[in-house]
């Protein structure tokens, strides 16, 4: 059983009278363990697929199975639980909240998954150790740096020990040396069992991966 199969995934954004097709027809699978890179260039409808695949987003036409469940047919309910349970997400820009500090940002969706606080806690150094950030456990993001933030921001991301991590340009605002740290760790994390996929322009990036998507124009080139 793959873990994620996608079957002529469709996408169609409306906005007033306008309608654009941001995929057409997308199909592919990814195993367990797989660390998968999409790349392509801007606009070709990498993080489109990515939010889909997230349950984010849904698609206009086509199959999205996970784990042999049918995430197009989930309510919003169901699908909220499934990306709390099943997906970790990272982003170019981290998205961490300003006004916490590391310790609570990676408590935080621990929080919605029912854990008690005195368990968040505990985990949420684990985590931090996991990544290197033993020290900053009371750093607010604006403390750290980019590559700090962006660790933070995947230990969040696995704080619900999820089936998948996607990472949308995880590297896209660091620079050479810390995009490198942030690869080193997802390969580390790979090799543990974590499947990932992974949305990157950066080519010596994507060859360090066990696969590689090509996209353009919203279909798979490669
Ligand atoms: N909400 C939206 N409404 C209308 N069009 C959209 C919307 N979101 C994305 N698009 C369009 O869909 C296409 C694919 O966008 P997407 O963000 O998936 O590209 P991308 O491959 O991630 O690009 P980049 O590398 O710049 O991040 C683009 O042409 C974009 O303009
Ligand atoms: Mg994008």
């Known amino acids: 059983m793959a873990l994620i199969q996608a079957e002529g995934l469709t996408k169609i954004y409306q906005s007033g009278k306008n309608e654009?097709?941001?995929?057409?027809?997308v199909s592919f699978q990814i195993e367990k363990?797989?660390?998968v890179a999409v790349t392509g260039r801007s606009g070709c409808g990498k993080s489109t697929l990515l939010n889909i695949l997230g349950g984010m987003d849904r698609q206009t036409q086509g199959r999205y199975l996970f784990e042999d469940a049918d995430v197009s047919g989930m309510k919003n309910r169901a699908l909220a639980n499934f990306r709390n349970k099943k997906i970790g997400f990272v982003f170019q820009s981290f998205y961490l909240a300003g006004e916490m500090d590391a310790a609570h940002n990676v408590a935080l969706p621990m929080g919605y998954g029912g854990v008690r606080a005195a368990q968040r806690r505990r985990r949420a150094a684990?985590?931090?150790?996991?990544v290197g950030l033993e020290n900053k456990l009371k750093s607010?993001?604006?403390?750290?740096?980019g590559g700090e933030q962006q660790r933070v921001a995947i230990a969040r991301a696995i704080a619900n020990s999820p089936s998948v991590l996607l990472a949308d340009e995880p590297t896209g605002n660091l620079d050479h040396e810390n995009g490198k740290q942030i690869m080193e760790l997802l390969r580390r994390l790979n090799r543990e069992?974590?499947?990932?996929?992974?949305?990157?322009?950066?080519?010596?990036l994507a060859g360090q991966t066990d696969r590689l998507?090509?996209?353009q124009d919203g279909r798979i080139i490669e």
């Open 126 to 130: 684990e985590l931090l150790a996991e």
């Open 213 to 215: 998507i090509k996209m």
């Open 33 to 35: 363990g797989e660390f």
């Open 140 to 145: 607010k993001p604006s403390q750290m740096s």
């Open 193 to 204: 069992g974590l499947t990932i996929v992974m949305v990157t322009h950066d080519l010596e």
């Open 20 to 25: 654009y097709q941001a995929l057409h027809g």
